[in-house]
T-cell receptor
Framework: KAGVTQTPRYLIKTRGQQVTLSCSPISGHRSVSWYQQTPGQGLQFLFEYFSETQRNKGNFPGRFSGRQFSNSRSEMNVSTLELGDSALYLC?????????????FGPGTRLTVL | GENVEQHPSTLSVQEGDSAVIKCTYS??????FPWYKQELGKRPQLIID?????GEKKDQRIAVTLNKTAKHFSLHITETQPEDSAVYFCAPKLGFQKLVFGTGTRLLVSP
């Protein structure tokens, strides 16, 4: 079974632009979560989607948004990019999204904002 | 609250020694406690997890112990090998699929 995939793997943007990142979960997994990893702030939860509904959101500004499609694939969007948005963006999928469900991570998209 | 503290931040051991990393959390509602290993430039990979109805779980050289009363859980690695060198994160789950990551422990195993 294929693992979680993310595209693109690397991205360079300039301040003020917007960006869309994509995540394909493991086949059969219905929950997708997104995390931001930076050297200064570590790994932080962005949001989680299940059955096309956002169920949980981290403490990030409204410039960060996401969605999930009927096939469980998910996208996240960052508008009006700032230098501080440079980070590794990771998505994770899980099977049925219970409280004790395991999350499996994708390889991440490394975003650089110039 | 969502405070997660992880200690130590760095740990250097000789090959064959044991390593212990401790994680303390504040939210008593947490019921799922995973540990992830992240090698440089790679994704976090689950190495072991424990659920709140269990006190200890072991998988070969790796074990996790949970003390829900004290709100801490620990990762134990025995007979360490150079390939165990990586950053380890505890990440107790809070609410719907929200993992709250510790600050990480950089483990260095010297041959």
């Amino acid at each position: 079974k294929a693992g979680v995939t993310q595209t693109p793997r690397y991205l360079i943007k300039t301040r003020g632009q917007q960006v869309t990142l994509s995540c394909s979960p493991i086949s059969g997994h219905r929950s997708v979560s997104w995390y931001q990893q930076t050297p200064g702030q570590g790994l932080q939860f962005l949001f989680e989607y299940f059955s096309e509904t956002q169920r949980n959101k981290g403490n990030f500004p409204g410039r960060f948004s996401g969605r999930q499609f009927s096939n469980s694939r998910s996208e996240m969007n960052v508008s009006t990019l700032e230098l501080g948005d440079s980070a590794l963006y990771l998505c994770a999928s899980s099977l049925v999204a219970t409280a004790s469900d395991t999350q499996y991570f994708g390889p991440g998209t490394r975003l650089t904002v110039l | 609250g969502e405070n997660v503290e992880q200690h130590p931040s760095t740990l250097s051991v000789q090959e064959g020694d044991s390593a212990v990393i401790k994680c303390t959390y504040s939210d008593s509602a947490s019921n799922y406690f995973p540990w992830y290993k992240q090698e440089l430039g790679k994704r976090p990979q689950l190495i072991i997890d424990i659920r709140s109805n269990v006190g200890e779980k072991k998988d070969q050289r790796i074990a996790v112990t949970l003390n829900k009363t004290a709100k801490h859980f620990s990762l134990h690695i025995t007979e360490t090998q150079p390939e165990d060198s990586a950053v380890y994160f505890c990440a107790p789950k809070l609410g719907f699929q929200k993992l709250v990551f510790g600050t990480g422990t950089r483990l260095l195993v010297s041959p």
